[in-house]
């Protein structure tokens, strides 16, 4: 089991920054994949950024060049920096992660980009 703690979500007005935190606990050795999703209001959930255990990142346009998703040296948090920010970032973002064939999330953080 993995157990998923995200903070720093918030209220930021558009051009602003916001950087997202994700504690992992748990069973995280050997994790394959975290990240990070979001849902806007009325719509499904979406993928925003993802690293694997070897480092490689992907992104989706729509965030791409604005967004940066890291890790700690351990292995055991993540964090998303947005740049940038559009009022259509707005969304509840969730922490996923990867291992043995489940799926992991977090409780979701709100994120509202307003001004």
């Known amino acids: 089991q993995v157990q998923l703690v995200e903070s720093g979500g918030g209220l930021v007005q558009p051009g602003g920054s916001l950087r997202l935190s994700c504690a992992a606990s748990?069973?995280?050795?050997?994790?394959?994949?975290m990240g990070w999703y979001r849902q806007p209001p009325g719509k499904q959930r979406e993928y925003v950024a993802i690293?694997?255990?070897?480092?490689?990142?992907n992104y989706p346009d729509s965030v791409k060049g604005r967004f940066t998703i890291s890790t700690n040296n351990t292995k055991n948090a993540v964090y998303l920096q947005m740049n940038s920010l559009k009022p259509e970032d707005t969304a509840v973002y969730y922490c996923?992660?990867?291992?043995?064939?489940?799926?992991?999330w977090g409780q979701g953080t709100q994120v509202t980009v307003s001004s």
């Open positions: 996923y992660a990867f291992k043995d064939g489940h799926h992991y």
């Open positions: 748990g069973s995280i050795f050997s994790i394959n994949v």
């Open positions: 690293i694997t255990s070897g480092g490689s990142t």
